[in-house]
């Protein structure tokens, strides 16, 4: 299977740890983007690479996140300092470009994270 | 801010019975449109999309929706549903390269 992959599925944490999450895009896809999605919502947007460049960031991404893509390939998002407000699915899509907008996003499975 | 409604957070049918979901979004502008479906236990799924021309879009699974503008709606409907298709439906739209959603109609179908 050649879709987005994300590790770990699920991650439980005590406050105030530090975690990290992985996102493999598929491949050939040079954009990729994180969602957090909450019980009863939809996901909303945190931040979107293009290659290995970030090039927007939701007001929602506290500077205890940050998210990564060195190599346009694989991107991780770090969490410092978790707070219970933190505990959501975390959620990452990729993409090819298309004009105007016309991208379509494949997502992964999720990584559901827990803090105690 | 750009915001979009779904006008039912639940709904139950009958197998056989068909469906209507709602959906309505803010923006005036040129907007690409979505409907991702997630089944128990699995990941999201693009089930169609609406870029341009025609405004009636046919997806997987028997699904279409119509893009009215005048109305910013964008609604899901399938004539006939079946137990398979429970599972909770999600409408999105571009803006600024990131999808906004809507919080997601969770769709029960007794058999």
């Known amino acids: 299977d050649t879709g987005v992959s994300q590790n770990p599925r699920h991650k439980i944490t005590k406050r105030g740890q530090n975690v990290t999450f992985r996102c493999d895009p598929i491949?050939?896809?040079?954009?990729l983007y994180w969602y957090r999605q909450t019980l009863g919502q939809g996901p909303e947007f945190l931040t979107y690479f293009q290659n290995e460049a970030q090039l927007e960031k939701s007001r929602l991404l506290s500077d205890r996140f940050s998210a990564e893509r060195p190599k346009g390939s694989f991107s991780t998002l770090e969490i410092q300092r978790t707070e219970q407000g933190d505990s959501a699915m975390y959620l990452c899509a990729s993409s090819v470009p298309g004009l105007r907008g016309t991208d379509t996003q494949y997502f992964g499975p999720g990584t559901r994270l827990t803090v105690l | 801010a750009q915001s979009v409604s779904q006008h039912n957070h639940h709904v139950i049918l009958s197998e056989a019975a068909s469906l209507e979901l709602g959906c309505n979004y803010s923006?005036?502008?040129?907007?690409?449109l979505f409907w991702y479906v997630q089944y128990p236990g699995q990941h999201l799924q693009l089930l169609l999309k609406?870029?341009?021309?025609d405004p009636l879009v046919k997806g997987i699974k028997g699904f279409e929706a119509e893009f009215i503008k005048s109305k910013f709606s964008f609604n899901l409907r399938k004539p006939s549903v079946q137990w398979s298709d429970t599972a909770e439906y999600f409408c999105a739209v571009t803006f600024n390269y990131q999808l906004i959603w809507g919080a997601g109609t969770k769709l029960i179908i007794k058999p």
């Open positions: 491949s050939e896809h040079n954009r």
């Open positions: 923006y005036g502008g040129t907007v690409n």
């Open positions: 609406y870029f341009s021309g």
